[in-house]
């Protein structure tokens, strides 16, 4: 009976494989909207693929990535925003994305999408019955009052959005400096735990090492870069190379130098390569003297950085501190928002909302013709209808579902 559960036992020729429970739902009470079966057995690995090859000896086939999700939006079950949420709510690391995810799939983003859509639907209409009727004068006041709303909206939307990728994909921040400075040893405070190898031997990092961890419920994605410096081995320079496309996508740099030792000229040059991105300065090995003063470093050509800290990685002194500044800094000048007050939190719906707004402005050109007025909100409809799957074609479709897990 559909919404009941059955107890049995599945068994093939050889007899009984498991002890199971089978439960049918009707559709469209189902996550598919469809007919469904949910076999409940023990999680044994054997046992699983036992039941799988038995399924598939009867008929049955693998689900692909994402299959049950796509048919759930193909039957209407979902939109596209909240067949994509899915996919957040399975990846999410923390309490802000999971948060996210979840107001994402309960419908909150298509609510939003699904108003300003509409508001532009009643906006094509006052033009075409300007097209129609000539009704230019009140027509057109309306036109101008309603798009001016319906542009502020978007743009909104699109100011919180960047706030909302960054809460679900994570902040990026680079560690970097010269050889020996302590990166390496840095990553390992972080994280509390050896993951980078450490060695006196200047050069031992060749490539980037990235983990994750989460600071007051804010992802970080910590990078330790290879140091960078003047070398004619292959596979360094091929590591610098790496390490300084790290530092130019991050969110912010954490500029590691070593407190022992005099500041250098090639310590001085990679400050000039950074200094006009986000960043800190991190004076390692506090546990020793330093060699110089905060003001050495104060007083550097086009010194701008956020908070000058001294740490060490031996004894783990300030380095809470780091990372809680490094989370300060973000939050304070990137002004990210809390999560209630995030619509967007999808590169690619922003985009849409992004496009949507630019045809929406070259509409409201003045002078414009009618004609073309009503031609740029139909596409601003367009892009709108593309975030929920209102329109959509196989190639989006296909790119979204491939990254899911299969059979979700």
Not at 8 to 25: C, L, N, Q, R, Y
Not at 75 to 103: C, H, K, T, Y
Not at 184 to 213: C, K, Q
Not at 335 to 343: A, C, N, Q
């Amino acid at each position: 009976m559909p919404g009941k559960a059955a107890h049995g036992i599945i068994s093939d020729s050889g007899g009984a494989i498991d002890e199971v429970m089978v439960t049918f739902f009707r559709g469209p009470r189902s996550y598919t909207a469809e007919d469904m079966a949910e076999i409940s057995c023990h999680g044994n690995p054997y046992i699983l693929s036992r039941v799988m090859e038995l399924l598939l000896e009867k008929g049955a086939r693998p689900a692909g990535p994402g299959e049950f999700t796509m048919r759930a939006f193909l039957n209407g079950r979902l939109d596209l925003s909240q067949a994509e949420a899915v996919a957040d709510l399975i990846s999410a690391r923390n309490p802000a994305a999971l948060s996210l995810s979840l107001r994402q799939l309960s419908g909150a983003e298509k609510e939003a999408i699904v108003s300003l859509r509409s508001s532009l639907m009643t906006l094509l209409a006052m033009i075409e019955a300007e097209i129609d009727f000539e009704h230019e004068g009140s027509a057109r006041a309306g036109f101008v009052s309603r798009a001016g709303l319906i542009a502020a909206g978007l743009e909104e939307m699109i100011k919180n959005a960047d706030s909302g990728i960054l809460l679900k994909e994570g902040i990026r921040a680079a560690i970097t400096g010269t050889p020996n400075a302590g990166k390496s040893s840095l990553l390992n405070a972080i994280l509390g735990r050896e993951r980078a190898i450490v060695t006196h031997i200047p050069g031992t990092t060749r490539d980037t090492i990235e983990e994750h961890i989460s600071v007051d419920g804010v992802r970080f994605k910590f990078i330790d870069t290879a140091g960078i410096r003047e070398s004619s081995d292959p596979i360094e320079i091929e590591g610098i190379k790496r390490a300084k496309q790290a530092v130019s996508s991050a969110h912010i740099a954490i500029f590691t130098i070593d407190g022992s030792r005099p500041v250098s000229p090639e310590d001085l040059s990679l400050y000039r390569d950074i200094n006009s991105m986000k960043h800190l300065i991190a004076i390692n090995k506090s546990d020793l003297p330093c060699a110089f003063s905060d003001d050495t470093l104060r007083s550097l050509p086009g010194f701008n950085a956020a908070a000058v800290l001294h740490i060490s990685c031996k004894t783990g002194e300030g380095i809470n501190t780091l990372t809680k500044t490094v989370k300060d800094i973000i939050i304070g000048t990137g002004g990210l928002k809390p999560s209630g007050d995030i619509i967007i939190s999808s590169l690619r719906h922003k985009q849409r909302a992004e496009a949507a707004l630019m045809e929406l402005n070259a509409a409201r050109t003045p002078l414009l013709s009618v004609e073309l007025k009503a031609e740029h909100v139909r596409a601003a409809i367009r892009e709108l209808g593309s975030i929920i799957g209102a329109v959509a074609d196989d190639e989006i479709l296909t790119e979204i579902f491939k990254n899911f897990c299969v059979g979700k």
